[in-house]
């Protein structure tokens, strides 16, 4: 049995409040593309960034249900209705004791559109048709 999903809900004024992030991104981006030494360090400032970004009380909430899941895998979802957010490096995400929480064995982290159902048509419940030749 696996752990429930702790979900990081973002909204769409995040990056609003945290500029400085879609700069930190997009030089991370420039220097993939240029193909750069991309060093664990530089990573990890993009990483802490992210992570001190996320309110404190999410914060504390990650460190609770990693508690609850014990040595369960708990994964990690990252969750916004908006492209930009979406767009950023969460992969690098940061934490102070467990690292990179990306990479580390105990968590497995995850991007999803917040609100997907109400996107997508709900399917027909009619009876399935089908007209086979041969």
Request: one cysteine or more; hydrophobic letters at 45%.
């Amino acid at each position: 049995m696996s752990a429930s999903p702790f979900v990081i809900l973002l909204s769409s004024v995040f990056l609003a409040k945290h500029p400085h992030l879609s700069h930190q991104a997009k030089g991370l981006e420039t220097a993939y593309s240029l193909h750069h030494q991309i060093d664990d360090s530089y990573l990890q400032t993009v990483g802490e960034a992210l992570w001190q970004a996320l309110d404190s009380d999410t914060q504390a909430q990650l460190e609770a249900c990693k508690q609850l899941a014990g040595l369960q895998v708990l994964p990690i979802v990252i969750e916004s209705n908006d492209a930009a957010v979406m767009q950023l490096p969460w992969e690098t995400l940061y934490h102070p004791e467990f690292s990179f929480l990306g990479r580390h064995p105990a968590f497995s982290l995850s991007r999803r559109y917040f609100d997907v159902s109400q996107a997508l048509a709900k399917p027909k419940t009619e009876p399935l048709r089908v007209l086979l030749f041969s």
